[in-house]
């Protein structure tokens, strides 16, 4: 990606807008691509086809209570996977031989790796007789993995939009989860609780905004403390209140998955997207609006262009103060949503520190994401794939057994290859952290 | 600008009151002269210094005093031996990360505690280091070892009650297939998943049968199945859901906070699935899923810890080390609760003589991660 200049952002449109001229690469940088895409494809060849057990692998991808039942798929494992990688090699050798232009260099490559992941899975599979991989259930693991990472990222793309850092969406995200168990609890209804939770979540927003904004903190040292300010009053109010009266305090129902008609009886995506609970079609709402929002409303052109050049932006009479107030609360407001899905949206009850760390994690999918909310939602959705895989990997026996402690670190060590793969360099809103001061 | 230094200083110090607070120890059965938090070292020293008190602290690994498992087992030691002995006076830190530990036990010695219990095998560096700086005093710490004459190690053969859970499970699965999964792979952790892989093993010798155990494999110490954290529920219910897509019926957390997720996706499930528990009694510190859990792997760590510090107060320190078994009660399984009519009672009976076949050794438990 060249770097765009900010005027570009503020006009166009779209934020992964293409770059101006499509320039073949240079010989060297075609080589060099190629010779990556061939070791993915010796990988999948030598290492998961060769590597593989003989005999089938295996993919279930319909649920034992869905109505229209899918037959488990079986392929054989070794020469699926071959195929796979030889697939992989010729894609290679027409990058190096002919080269393709950038779009379809990007698409080459991501064809390389869901055939290289699909050889994996073959290879996995293989390990042990009689292993069916439940593909489906591997995909509903993942939106559930990655619905608090997707709202905690979009709270962020509220905020640091408009030229806010957002380090506390953990501590956003913890107080709501709080608050939702306790109001939920309380008024034993969900709804209370969700509201409780976005309204605790956009009080530190409103905190960070008050002092990000009008006096001026450094906004990353301002987050931190705001995260451990919800870590230690969660905490305290959780032993003050919740310990000693569980009932009371924490025993919040728990959303129930609701089958939309029609779209729930789809094969594959019913059961995956449109047979869960309220919070999440809340999320995919909330994907479509801010994004639109941000790139096709006049509020998000006020919010980039604030994002990036606050200055100007004051110069052509846009109230920077309030459009940063404005969507910092917003943010606040989403990740108690994302909170509110941590208890009430899962588990139910609240305990101590339970968002651990998924605030941190929605932070990096914002960034993996360029700050985008679509972007964001793609990075999260890989941590949480490759989360939900490394479960499944530990669990079937693959044909050489994976140390938990390797496959503790594959998620990041996927999100990180896959964005350094595919991302590449990304650029900060211009004016991210630094306050505005009138002059 | 000076005014956003005051206003950011205030915010800075709520922050840190309430982290604070957040670990202060809760007022029940704690005395006056224990009551002083860690932080004013010196206040408590006159009070402690009465001959007959003894003055036992405590240092919780983190995931808080209400952790549903060791943390709280742990204090319901202190408390009851509180309860025994009036004489003695009980207080407790937590630890909120692996970086607490020496700061708090050394806070513990200063604050002139008698004996202090550091909870948790992973505080053993920290608690040996401490012990050596501090050679006239007294320590215990539970989930390990370190072979100094001031320390007192109670350590549980966990493996012996996670047998007993192996088998029950592989009794009552209906689709032969029975998971576990810990929080780290460690072996206080690991221990349970080994007893209850044999003891799946031990019911697929005896019966002919073969259940299969997901997420564990003694003879692979390496692998297996691990959330990664002791608080992450979701992580927890996520891991289970995906234990029950491979076919599995009955879940065995080692996982603490984390567990609880089982619990939930059990709930999910709509009772074809339960979960077996871990370190306490689940029906009472758990309620909200007591109709899921079939029966619990029980540490007792509360016992082992009342008697240390009850013998303590009597004036000699136990000395060398505990080891909790079947024969000692200081594992076992808790009771079945509203199981008790779901279980056969032939299983029951087979249960009770494993036990017995246990404790005498006519059954051997091969866990690498057994207490020394």
Redesign the interface.
């Known amino acids: 990606m060249s770097p765009e200049s900010s005027t570009e952002v503020i006009a166009h449109s779209s934020p992964v807008a293409a770059g101006p001229a499509e320039l073949p690469q240079t010989t060297a940088a075609r080589v060099g691509s190629a010779a990556g895409l061939a070791l993915l494809g010796l990988v999948a060849v030598l290492l998961l086809g060769l590597g593989a057990n003989p005999g089938a692998a295996a993919f279930e991808l319909s649920s034992p209570s869905a109505s229209l039942q899918i037959p488990i798929i079986r392929v054989p494992a070794r020469g699926t996977a071959v195929a796979l990688g030889a697939l992989v090699l010729v894609l290679s050798g027409w990058q190096l031989a002919h080269g393709f232009r950038r779009r379809g260099r990007r698409r080459a490559l991501a064809v390389s790796l869901v055939a290289t992941l699909l050889a994996f899975l073959c290879w996995a599979g293989s390990g042990t007789a009689g292993t069916?991989i439940?593909m489906?259930?591997?995909l509903?693991?993942t939106i559930?993995?990655a619905v608090?990472l997707v709202l905690g990222a979009l709270a962020g793309v509220l905020c640091e939009r408009s030229g806010v850092i957002n380090v506390a969406i953990e501590g956003q995200m913890l107080s709501g989860a709080f608050s939702a168990a306790m109001f939920a609890t309380l008024a034993h209804n969900l709804g209370v609780g969700v509201v409780a939770a976005m309204i605790s979540g956009g009080l530190i927003g409103a905190?960070l905004a008050v002092?990000a904004i009008?006096?001026?903190?450094n906004q990353v040292i301002?987050g931190v403390?705001?995260n451990?300010?919800a870590?230690?009053?969660?905490?305290?109010l959780?032993?003050a209140l919740m310990?000693?009266d569980?009932n009371t305090f924490n025993?919040p129902a728990?959303f129930a998955p609701v089958r939309l008609p029609l779209l729930g009886e789809l094969p594959v995506l019913g059961p995956l997207l449109f047979d869960t609970n309220v919070l999440v079609y809340l999320t995919y709402v909330l994907i479509a609006v801010v994004h639109v929002g941000l790139f096709h409303t006049r509020w998000g052109l006020r919010t980039r262009s604030v994002g990036e050049h606050p200055r100007a932006a004051d110069t052509v009479g846009i109230n920077v103060t309030r459009v940063r107030y404005r969507n910092v609360i917003a943010g606040g407001l989403v990740a108690g949503l994302a909170g509110a899905y941590?208890t009430i949206g899962?588990?139910?009850?609240f305990?101590?520190?339970?968002s651990?760390g998924?605030g941190f994690i929605a932070l990096a999918a914002l960034i993996f994401g360029r700050w985008s909310p679509l972007g964001a939602l793609g990075a999260a959705l890989l941590f949480a794939f490759a989360?939900?895989l490394q479960?499944?990997l530990?669990?079937?026996g693959t044909p050489v057994?994976?140390?938990?402690?390797f496959?503790?670190m594959f998620p990041y060590l996927a999100t990180i290859f896959a964005v350094a793969g595919l991302v590449g360099r990304v650029r900060a809103p211009a004016a991210d952290g630094q306050p505005y001061v009138k002059s | 600008?000076k005014?956003?230094v005051r206003?950011?200083a205030l915010?800075?110090v709520?922050?840190?009151?309430?982290?604070?607070?957040?670990?202060?120890p809760?007022s029940s059965g704690t005395s006056s002269s224990a009551a002083a938090p860690a932080s004013s070292a010196a206040s408590s020293a006159p009070a402690s210094s009465a001959a007959a008190a003894l003055n036992a602290c405590m240092v919780l690994d983190v995931?808080?005093?209400?952790?549903r498992s060791f943390n709280e087992s742990a204090w319901k030691g202190m408390t009851d031996a509180k309860a025994a002995n009036s004489a003695i006076s009980i207080s407790y830190v937590s630890s909120?990360s692996q970086n607490d530990y020496t700061p708090n036990l050394n806070a513990e010695v200063a604050k002139g505690c008698n004996t202090t219990i550091a909870v948790g095998g992973l505080m053993t560096d920290a608690l040996k280091a401490v012990a050596t700086a501090n050679p006239t005093k007294q320590f215990a710490i539970i989930d390990s070892a370190t072979g100094q004459p001031n320390v007192y190690g109670i350590q549980f053969n966990t493996a012996q009650g996670a047998f007993l859970g192996g088998y029950l499970a592989a009794a009552i699965t209906k689709t032969g297939k029975v998971?576990t999964f810990g929080g780290l792979?460690i072996p206080p952790v690991t221990i349970y998943m080994d007893g209850f892989w044999e003891g799946v093993q031990y019911y697929n010798k005896v019966k002919g049968k073969s259940v299969q155990v997901?997420?564990w494999n003694e003879k692979?110490q390496?692998?297996?199945?691990?959330a990664?954290?002791f608080?992450?529920?979701?992580?927890?219910?996520?891991?289970s859901?995906?234990?029950i897509?491979?076919g599995a019926d009955v879940i065995f957390p080692v996982a603490g906070?984390t567990g609880?997720?089982a619990g939930?996706a059990a709930?999910a499930s709509g009772g074809k699935v339960s979960v077996l528990w871990v370190d306490t009694d689940g029906c009472i510190s758990a309620?909200?899923y007591c109709p899921y859990f079939v029966s619990s792997v029980v540490k007792n760590i509360a016992k082992a810890v009342t008697t240390y510090v009850t013998g303590a107060a009597s004036g000699s320190y136990p000395t060398g080390s505990y080891i909790g078994t079947l024969a000692n009660d200081g594992t076992g399984l808790a009771p079945f609760h509203d199981w008790a009519s779901k279980v056969p009672a032939s299983v029951q009976s087979e249960l009770d003589q494993i036990k017995q076949q246990i404790i005498s050794g006519a059954i051997p438990i091969t866990s690498p991660s057994q207490p020394k």
């Open positions: 069916v439940d489906l259930g591997l509903q693991n559930f993995l608090p905190l002092f009008k006096y001026l903190v301002l403390v705001l451990v300010f870590l230690g009053v969660t905490g305290f959780y032993d310990q000693p569980q025993s728990l941590i899962t588990v139910g009850a305990t101590k520190n339970i651990s998924k989360d939900a479960t499944v530990s669990i079937i057994r994976i140390p938990s402690a496959l503790a | 600008m005014n956003s206003v950011m915010l800075g709520v922050a840190l009151a309430a982290a604070g607070c957040g670990s202060k809760s995931g808080g005093v209400d952790d909120s998971a792979n997901l997420g692979d390496k692998a297996g199945t691990f990664n954290s608080t992450d529920q979701g992580k927890g219910r996520q891991v859901q995906a234990f897509q491979q906070g609880l997720g939930a709930a309620p909200q």
